[in-house]
Protein backbone atom coordinates (compact mmCIF):
# COMPACT_ATOMS: atom_id res chain seq x y z
CA UNK A 1 0.00 0.00 0.00
CA UNK A 2 1.23 3.53 -0.52
CA UNK A 3 0.72 6.02 1.92
CA UNK A 4 0.21 9.37 1.42
CA UNK A 5 1.70 11.90 3.69
CA UNK A 6 -0.05 15.30 3.49
CA UNK A 7 0.27 18.54 5.62
CA UNK A 8 -3.15 19.24 7.05
CA UNK A 9 -3.56 22.66 6.49
CA UNK A 10 -3.13 22.05 2.68
CA UNK A 11 -6.95 22.36 0.58
CA UNK A 12 -8.58 19.65 1.04
CA UNK A 13 -6.78 17.54 2.79
CA UNK A 14 -9.14 17.06 6.13
CA UNK A 15 -11.56 16.13 3.57
CA UNK A 16 -9.66 13.54 1.76
CA UNK A 17 -8.59 11.73 4.72
CA UNK A 18 -12.54 12.09 5.79
CA UNK A 19 -13.27 10.25 2.23
CA UNK A 20 -11.00 7.57 3.07
CA UNK A 21 -12.51 6.72 6.44
CA UNK A 22 -16.12 6.92 4.87
CA UNK A 23 -14.69 4.13 2.95
CA UNK A 24 -13.46 2.22 5.44
CA UNK A 25 -9.89 2.80 5.13
CA UNK A 26 -7.54 4.27 8.09
CA UNK A 27 -5.87 7.80 8.04
CA UNK A 28 -3.44 8.69 11.21
CA UNK A 29 -4.41 11.83 12.23
CA UNK A 30 -2.86 14.83 15.10
CA UNK A 31 -4.34 15.15 18.43
CA UNK A 32 -2.90 17.18 21.44
CA UNK A 33 -1.97 14.00 23.14
CA UNK A 34 -0.73 12.13 20.59
CA UNK A 35 -1.32 11.12 16.72
CA UNK A 36 -4.00 8.34 15.90
CA UNK A 37 -4.79 5.48 13.42
CA UNK A 38 -8.11 6.30 12.79
CA UNK A 39 -10.80 4.25 11.00
CA UNK A 40 -14.60 4.23 11.06
CA UNK A 41 -16.12 2.87 14.70
CA UNK A 42 -18.87 1.55 13.44
CA UNK A 43 -17.50 -0.66 10.54
CA UNK A 44 -16.07 -3.70 11.91
CA UNK A 45 -13.74 -4.37 8.86
CA UNK A 46 -12.79 -0.97 9.14
CA UNK A 47 -11.76 -1.60 12.94
CA UNK A 48 -9.89 -4.62 11.93
CA UNK A 49 -7.64 -2.79 10.02
CA UNK A 50 -5.92 -1.16 12.77
CA UNK A 51 -5.32 -4.36 14.51
CA UNK A 52 -3.40 -5.56 11.12
CA UNK A 53 -2.03 -2.18 10.89
CA UNK A 54 -0.51 -2.18 14.42
CA UNK A 55 0.04 -5.68 15.27
CA UNK A 56 -2.01 -4.89 17.91
CA UNK A 57 -4.07 -8.11 20.09
CA UNK A 58 -7.70 -7.89 19.11
CA UNK A 59 -8.77 -7.81 23.04
CA UNK A 60 -7.20 -4.78 23.79
CA UNK A 61 -10.42 -2.42 22.67
CA UNK A 62 -10.40 1.19 20.72
CA UNK A 63 -11.37 4.58 21.66
CA UNK A 64 -14.10 5.55 19.77
CA UNK A 65 -13.05 9.77 19.15
CA UNK A 66 -16.44 12.65 18.69
CA UNK A 67 -16.68 15.81 17.87
CA UNK A 68 -20.06 16.55 19.05
CA UNK A 69 -21.34 15.73 23.01
CA UNK A 70 -25.28 14.65 21.44
CA UNK A 71 -23.14 11.89 19.35
CA UNK A 72 -22.50 10.24 22.83
CA UNK A 73 -25.92 9.69 22.80
CA UNK A 74 -25.65 6.55 20.02
CA UNK A 75 -22.99 5.28 21.56
CA UNK A 76 -23.40 5.16 25.67
CA UNK A 77 -26.25 2.94 26.93
CA UNK A 78 -26.30 5.18 30.06
CA UNK A 79 -24.93 8.52 30.29
CA UNK A 80 -23.92 9.32 34.37
CA UNK A 81 -24.30 12.41 35.64
CA UNK A 82 -20.66 12.37 36.67
CA UNK A 83 -19.63 11.86 33.03
CA UNK A 84 -21.87 14.70 31.99
CA UNK A 85 -19.79 16.90 34.80
CA UNK A 86 -16.69 15.75 33.32
CA UNK A 87 -17.09 16.31 29.55
CA UNK A 88 -18.52 19.66 30.85
CA UNK A 89 -15.18 20.73 32.28
CA UNK A 90 -12.93 18.34 29.74
CA UNK A 91 -14.60 17.69 26.83
CA UNK A 92 -12.68 18.99 24.06
CA UNK A 93 -9.82 17.43 25.80
CA UNK A 94 -7.20 14.52 26.75
CA UNK A 95 -10.36 12.81 28.55
CA UNK A 96 -11.66 9.50 27.87
CA UNK A 97 -14.27 7.90 29.33
CA UNK A 98 -15.69 4.18 29.57
CA UNK A 99 -19.90 3.62 29.04
CA UNK A 100 -21.82 0.56 28.75
CA UNK A 101 -22.07 0.50 25.08
CA UNK A 102 -25.26 0.33 22.74
CA UNK A 103 -26.02 -1.82 20.03
CA UNK A 104 -24.59 0.48 17.31
CA UNK A 105 -20.84 -0.09 18.46
CA UNK A 106 -19.64 -3.42 17.31
CA UNK A 107 -18.13 -5.33 19.10
CA UNK A 108 -14.65 -5.42 16.65
CA UNK A 109 -14.47 -2.13 18.04
CA UNK A 110 -14.66 -2.74 21.96
CA UNK A 111 -12.25 -6.03 21.70
CA UNK A 112 -15.11 -8.15 22.76
CA UNK A 113 -16.24 -5.99 25.44
CA UNK A 114 -19.45 -4.64 26.90
CA UNK A 115 -18.20 -1.04 27.34
CA UNK A 116 -16.82 1.66 24.96
CA UNK A 117 -14.07 4.03 25.81
CA UNK A 118 -15.34 7.73 24.16
CA UNK A 119 -13.22 10.94 23.56
CA UNK A 120 -13.55 14.28 22.21
CA UNK A 121 -9.74 15.56 21.29
CA UNK A 122 -9.42 19.72 21.84
CA UNK A 123 -7.43 19.08 18.48
CA UNK A 124 -9.32 21.33 15.46
CA UNK A 125 -7.33 18.93 12.63
CA UNK A 126 -8.71 15.88 14.47
CA UNK A 127 -12.18 17.31 15.69
CA UNK A 128 -12.87 18.60 11.25
CA UNK A 129 -11.17 14.83 10.47
CA UNK A 130 -13.81 13.43 12.89
CA UNK A 131 -16.74 14.99 11.30
CA UNK A 132 -15.44 14.89 7.83
CA UNK A 133 -15.29 10.98 8.31
CA UNK A 134 -18.51 9.94 9.67
CA UNK A 135 -18.23 11.33 13.31
CA UNK A 136 -17.15 8.18 15.26
CA UNK A 137 -13.79 7.40 14.73
CA UNK A 138 -11.56 4.82 16.28
CA UNK A 139 -8.30 5.83 17.06
CA UNK A 140 -5.60 3.83 18.79
CA UNK A 141 -1.87 5.88 18.62
CA UNK A 142 -0.47 5.49 15.56
CA UNK A 143 2.55 3.39 16.90
CA UNK A 144 3.67 -0.16 16.12
CA UNK A 145 2.26 -2.14 19.08
CA UNK A 146 4.66 -2.00 21.93
CA UNK A 147 6.00 0.72 20.30
CA UNK A 148 6.48 4.77 22.01
CA UNK A 149 3.45 6.56 20.84
CA UNK A 150 3.92 8.71 18.53
CA UNK A 151 3.90 12.28 18.53
CA UNK A 152 5.32 13.78 15.34
CA UNK A 153 4.45 12.41 11.75
CA UNK A 154 7.31 11.41 11.29
CA UNK A 155 6.74 9.19 14.25
CA UNK A 156 3.93 7.62 12.32
CA UNK A 157 5.94 7.42 9.14
CA UNK A 158 8.56 5.24 10.89
CA UNK A 159 6.06 2.63 11.99
CA UNK A 160 3.36 2.91 9.53
CA UNK A 161 4.18 4.01 6.16
CA UNK A 162 3.41 1.54 3.89
CA UNK A 163 0.41 -0.29 6.26
CA UNK A 164 -2.22 2.86 5.62
CA UNK A 165 -3.56 4.86 3.75
CA UNK A 166 -2.76 8.38 5.02
CA UNK A 167 -0.74 10.68 7.17
CA UNK A 168 -2.05 14.23 8.04
CA UNK A 169 1.30 16.09 9.61
CA UNK A 170 -0.38 18.43 11.70
CA UNK A 171 2.74 19.40 13.55
CA UNK A 172 4.16 18.38 16.92
CA UNK A 173 1.76 16.78 19.83
CA UNK A 174 1.27 19.67 22.39
CA UNK A 175 0.88 17.19 25.22
CA UNK A 176 2.47 14.34 24.21
CA UNK A 177 0.99 11.53 26.75
CA UNK A 178 -2.13 9.66 25.95
CA UNK A 179 -5.23 10.74 27.52
CA UNK A 180 -6.58 10.12 30.85
CA UNK A 181 -8.93 7.29 30.89
CA UNK A 182 -11.70 7.18 33.49
CA UNK A 183 -14.54 4.50 33.63
CA UNK A 184 -17.38 6.04 34.90
CA UNK A 185 -19.73 2.97 34.36
CA UNK A 186 -19.58 1.83 38.93
CA UNK A 187 -20.82 4.53 41.37
CA UNK A 188 -17.31 5.98 41.93
CA UNK A 189 -15.42 6.65 38.63
CA UNK A 190 -11.82 4.80 38.64
CA UNK A 191 -8.76 6.59 36.73
CA UNK A 192 -7.33 3.19 34.67
CA UNK A 193 -4.81 5.20 32.66
CA UNK A 194 -2.85 8.57 34.37
CA UNK A 195 -2.79 11.41 32.04
CA UNK A 196 -2.70 15.31 31.79
CA UNK A 197 -5.81 15.59 33.24
CA UNK A 198 -4.88 14.30 36.70
CA UNK A 199 -6.86 12.98 40.00
CA UNK A 200 -7.13 16.70 41.80
CA UNK A 201 -8.72 18.01 38.73
CA UNK A 202 -10.95 15.13 38.20
CA UNK A 203 -12.48 15.39 42.02
CA UNK A 204 -12.60 19.47 41.90
CA UNK A 205 -15.34 18.49 39.31
CA UNK A 206 -16.65 14.96 40.92
CA UNK A 207 -15.61 14.43 44.40
CA UNK A 208 -14.06 11.51 44.97
CA UNK A 209 -12.18 9.65 42.10
CA UNK A 210 -10.48 6.18 42.43
CA UNK A 211 -7.56 4.88 40.70
CA UNK A 212 -7.31 1.16 39.09
CA UNK A 213 -5.32 -0.63 42.10
CA UNK A 214 -3.21 -2.40 39.02
CA UNK A 215 -1.74 0.93 38.54
CA UNK A 216 -0.41 1.32 41.84
CA UNK A 217 0.50 -2.01 42.90
CA UNK A 218 2.42 -2.66 40.20
CA UNK A 219 1.71 -6.25 40.83
CA UNK A 220 1.51 -8.87 38.07
CA UNK A 221 -1.42 -10.36 40.14
CA UNK A 222 -3.86 -7.76 39.85
CA UNK A 223 -5.39 -7.51 36.25
CA UNK A 224 -5.82 -4.05 34.84
CA UNK A 225 -9.49 -2.42 33.81
CA UNK A 226 -7.97 -1.21 30.65
CA UNK A 227 -6.55 -3.90 28.92
CA UNK A 228 -3.84 -2.50 26.88
CA UNK A 229 -2.12 -1.10 30.22
CA UNK A 230 -1.22 -4.48 30.79
CA UNK A 231 0.78 -4.80 27.75
CA UNK A 232 5.01 -4.17 28.07
CA UNK A 233 4.80 -0.68 26.27
CA UNK A 234 7.16 2.22 25.20
CA UNK A 235 10.19 0.00 25.41
CA UNK A 236 13.35 1.31 23.62
CA UNK A 237 15.68 -1.34 21.89
CA UNK A 238 18.21 -0.91 24.59
CA UNK A 239 17.77 -1.68 28.48
CA UNK A 240 16.37 1.15 30.30
CA UNK A 241 16.83 1.52 34.06
CA UNK A 242 15.68 4.58 36.10
CA UNK A 243 17.58 5.99 38.88
CA UNK A 244 15.23 7.54 41.78
CA UNK A 245 16.00 9.42 45.08
CA UNK A 246 17.29 12.81 45.97
CA UNK A 247 18.86 14.88 42.59
CA UNK A 248 22.80 14.90 43.85
CA UNK A 249 22.37 11.35 45.07
CA UNK A 250 21.17 9.84 41.63
CA UNK A 251 23.26 11.83 38.96
CA UNK A 252 26.50 10.46 41.06
CA UNK A 253 24.87 6.67 41.15
CA UNK A 254 24.61 7.70 37.26
CA UNK A 255 27.78 8.74 36.43
CA UNK A 256 29.35 5.96 38.59
CA UNK A 257 26.83 3.41 36.13
CA UNK A 258 28.10 5.52 32.93
CA UNK A 259 32.03 4.57 34.06
CA UNK A 260 31.53 1.10 35.20
CA UNK A 261 29.55 0.24 32.02
CA UNK A 262 31.87 2.04 29.48
CA UNK A 263 35.08 -0.02 31.15
CA UNK A 264 32.94 -2.80 29.93
CA UNK A 265 32.11 -1.90 26.16
CA UNK A 266 28.68 -0.62 26.05
CA UNK A 267 27.33 2.56 25.19
CA UNK A 268 25.42 4.34 27.72
CA UNK A 269 22.82 6.74 27.30
CA UNK A 270 21.07 9.32 30.03
CA UNK A 271 17.63 10.74 30.27
CA UNK A 272 18.18 14.14 31.86
CA UNK A 273 16.71 17.31 31.93
CA UNK A 274 17.74 21.14 31.57
CA UNK A 275 19.04 21.31 34.83
CA UNK A 276 21.51 18.34 35.36
CA UNK A 277 21.93 17.61 31.58
CA UNK A 278 25.58 19.07 32.10
CA UNK A 279 25.97 17.27 35.50
CA UNK A 280 27.03 13.87 33.76
CA UNK A 281 30.71 13.30 32.75
CA UNK A 282 30.00 10.29 29.55
CA UNK A 283 27.62 9.16 27.56
CA UNK A 284 24.63 10.42 25.53
CA UNK A 285 23.09 12.78 27.38
CA UNK A 286 19.41 14.03 26.16
CA UNK A 287 17.52 16.47 28.17
CA UNK A 288 13.75 15.52 28.13
CA UNK A 289 12.80 19.39 29.27
CA UNK A 290 13.21 21.55 32.26
CA UNK A 291 11.85 20.02 35.73
CA UNK A 292 10.49 23.71 36.17
CA UNK A 293 7.81 23.01 33.40
CA UNK A 294 7.03 19.32 33.92
CA UNK A 295 4.64 19.64 30.54
CA UNK A 296 8.11 19.73 28.54
CA UNK A 297 8.35 16.30 29.63
CA UNK A 298 5.40 14.99 29.51
CA UNK A 299 5.80 16.32 25.48
CA UNK A 300 9.41 14.81 24.91
CA UNK A 301 9.66 11.55 26.43
CA UNK A 302 8.43 9.54 23.69
CA UNK A 303 10.38 11.67 20.95
CA UNK A 304 12.96 10.93 23.83
CA UNK A 305 13.02 7.42 23.43
CA UNK A 306 12.51 7.13 20.03
CA UNK A 307 15.49 8.67 19.26
CA UNK A 308 17.76 6.35 21.55
CA UNK A 309 16.34 3.58 19.14
CA UNK A 310 18.37 5.45 16.20
CA UNK A 311 21.29 5.76 18.18
CA UNK A 312 23.87 2.89 19.08
CA UNK A 313 23.73 3.25 22.67
CA UNK A 314 22.56 -0.30 24.72
CA UNK A 315 22.30 0.84 28.35
CA UNK A 316 20.20 3.84 29.05
CA UNK A 317 19.59 5.49 32.50
CA UNK A 318 16.73 7.81 33.35
CA UNK A 319 16.51 10.02 36.37
CA UNK A 320 12.47 9.78 37.51
CA UNK A 321 10.06 12.09 37.12
CA UNK A 322 7.86 12.42 40.04
CA UNK A 323 6.56 16.11 39.13
CA UNK A 324 3.82 17.40 41.23
CA UNK A 325 0.98 17.40 38.19
CA UNK A 326 1.92 14.78 35.27
CA UNK A 327 4.20 13.40 37.54
CA UNK A 328 2.29 10.41 38.12
CA UNK A 329 1.33 10.39 34.12
CA UNK A 330 4.72 10.44 32.74
CA UNK A 331 6.27 7.85 35.51
CA UNK A 332 3.33 5.43 34.37
CA UNK A 333 5.18 5.64 31.16
CA UNK A 334 8.42 5.22 32.08
CA UNK A 335 8.50 2.82 34.40
CA UNK A 336 6.76 0.52 31.33
CA UNK A 337 9.30 1.38 29.14
CA UNK A 338 12.25 0.33 31.84
CA UNK A 339 9.92 -2.98 32.33
CA UNK A 340 9.82 -1.66 35.74
CA UNK A 341 13.61 -2.01 36.59
CA UNK A 342 14.41 0.97 39.24
CA UNK A 343 17.91 1.77 41.20
CA UNK A 344 16.41 3.46 44.59
CA UNK A 345 19.39 5.84 45.91
O1 LIG B 1 -4.83 10.08 23.88
C1 LIG B 1 -5.34 9.03 23.51
O2 LIG B 1 -6.20 8.43 24.18
C2 LIG B 1 -4.89 8.46 22.16
C3 LIG B 1 -5.33 9.43 21.07
C4 LIG B 1 -5.06 8.93 19.69
O3 LIG B 1 -6.67 9.76 21.23
N1 LIG B 1 -5.38 7.14 21.95
C5 LIG B 1 -4.91 6.07 22.64
O4 LIG B 1 -5.47 4.85 22.27
O5 LIG B 1 -4.06 6.14 23.49
P1 LIG B 1 -4.81 3.44 22.63
O6 LIG B 1 -5.61 2.46 21.87
O7 LIG B 1 -3.37 3.49 22.36
O8 LIG B 1 -5.11 3.24 24.14
C6 LIG B 1 -6.44 2.95 24.53
C7 LIG B 1 -6.47 2.37 25.91
C8 LIG B 1 -5.97 0.93 25.97
O9 LIG B 1 -5.20 0.75 27.14
C9 LIG B 1 -7.29 0.16 26.04
O10 LIG B 1 -7.13 -1.09 26.66
C10 LIG B 1 -8.16 1.09 26.84
O11 LIG B 1 -7.83 2.35 26.33
N2 LIG B 1 -9.60 0.88 26.59
C11 LIG B 1 -10.27 1.07 25.43
N3 LIG B 1 -11.57 0.70 25.57
C12 LIG B 1 -11.72 0.28 26.83
C13 LIG B 1 -12.82 -0.24 27.58
N4 LIG B 1 -14.02 -0.40 27.04
N5 LIG B 1 -12.60 -0.59 28.87
C14 LIG B 1 -11.38 -0.43 29.44
N6 LIG B 1 -10.30 0.05 28.78
C15 LIG B 1 -10.46 0.39 27.50
MG1 LIG C 1 -1.40 3.07 22.50
Keep these: MNTILVKAEEKDAILKAGEILRRGGL ?52 IPESARLLAKRFWPGPLTMIFRKTEKVPYGTTGGLDTVAVRMP ?43 DLILDGGPSGIGLESTIVDVSGPVPVILRPGYINQAMLEEVVGEVQI ?29 KIVEGPQEAVVREINRLIGEKTLQGEKVGVIATEETKELYQEGLVKSIGRRMDEESIGRHLYSVLREFDESEVSQIYSEAFETPKMGQAIMNRLVKAAGHQIIKV
Design 27 to 78: TAFPTETVYGLGANALDEKAAAKIYAAKGRPSDNPLIVHIARFEDLEAIAAE
Design 212 to 240: DQALIRDDSTVRPKAPGMKYKHYAPKADL
Design 122 to 164: SHPVALALIEAGGGYIAAPSANTSGKPSPTTAAHVAADMDGRI
